[in-house]
């Protein structure tokens, strides 16, 4: 593997409003090289192929995911000073999770070949210790997603299998003892339209419980006004699945839990079409917001309320009492991406002229530009 030294540093200041509260560190990917953002000021460090960057727990690593988008091909460590580069004998990267700041646990793709117009992901997981440099892998046996519980100790795991012909598997896998992943909920694998398979999500709201739902195989291709059956269950560390209710709802986007897992929103219909429902945990509607069309959505950390994306521009924030407010209005601009964090939200808008990324905070209603670009930025944040 090439190994590149960090020969300079490039440190300059953009021109931004700075809010009155704490400002977020955010970690960008931009030309090749890592751009590391905080209080105003921007630090550059070359790179040179730069796809992904994570940040570690504490804010203080960050993990390099490299290659020729959208290929990842290897994965580095750096500090968030720019100096111990380390390079890891870790290819085709595809999920990368910071178990703390000398564990990293990871899945992958299979090597990409000449022709290929995706990547396929391969079965494997890998534990990679920072400390001794030591990668140790396994074979699950099929293709998963996953994801870690609040205090780094349980990753839930997500096994789509194969339409029509195999079972989908939600598994739970203990960080601290011998890898057995312990499966907690078995259902019959969810077409997702493509060969991929559909792998549901899994929300954590505790480090002992998480939610998900689990649609009827054939939900994606159900049209009209009656929407598919869908099943909500919550899962624990001690391999007990408990069924929660049903509901009818869109395959995408998936339900989602508030963060105290009191309420639940997901996509319903009515008699001006598609709405988006604000419900008990169990899916018991109290409130409809009628849309028209699909939405994006998202819980709040640290609330009980909930964020969506209205025609990809309006950014609206609802309560459990169907009390809508518009939030950081962005021009008119398109939201490319968003992600929500304790201390506010780090948002991507799209616009004819340019690309910004900006954050604002929950307790205002301004943004605050980090970068504007022509090139789209990977980012990865913390913000407590």
Known sequence: MKKLFLLMIFAFVISANVANESTPLVVIAQDGDLWVWHNGKTQIFPVGDLIFPYLSPSGNLVALVRGDYPYPQRLSVLSITGDNLR???MAYPRQV?????????INSYLPHTEGMLELYPST???????????ITEWDMGEPFTMTINPNREWLAMSFAGLYGESEGRISLLSLFEDINPVDVVRFPAISSGSHDGYYPPVQWLTDK????????????????????QTQLLEINTDGISTALGEINTQLYPAPVWSADGASMVYMTASREGLALAI???VGEINHIIALGEPVPFFF?????????IEQNTAIQIVGINGELRS????GGALVGDLQLYAGGAVITLLSDASIRLVYVGWHENTLHEILKTSEYPFFDTKWD
């Open 327 to 330: 939030w950081a209005m962005g």
């Open 209 to 228: 419980s998480a939610r998900l739902a689990i649609a009827e195989p054939n939900a994606l291709y159900i049209v009209g006004d009656m929407l598919p």
């Open 279 to 281: 419900a008990s945990h």
């Open 124 to 134: 494997h997981l890998y534990r990679v210790n920072l400390e001794t440099g030591e």
């Open 97 to 105: 999770i910071w178990q703390s700041e000398s564990v990293l646990w």
């Open 300 to 308: 709040i950390p640290q609330s009980d309320d909930f964020l969506f």
């Open 87 to 89: 390079d890891f004998s």
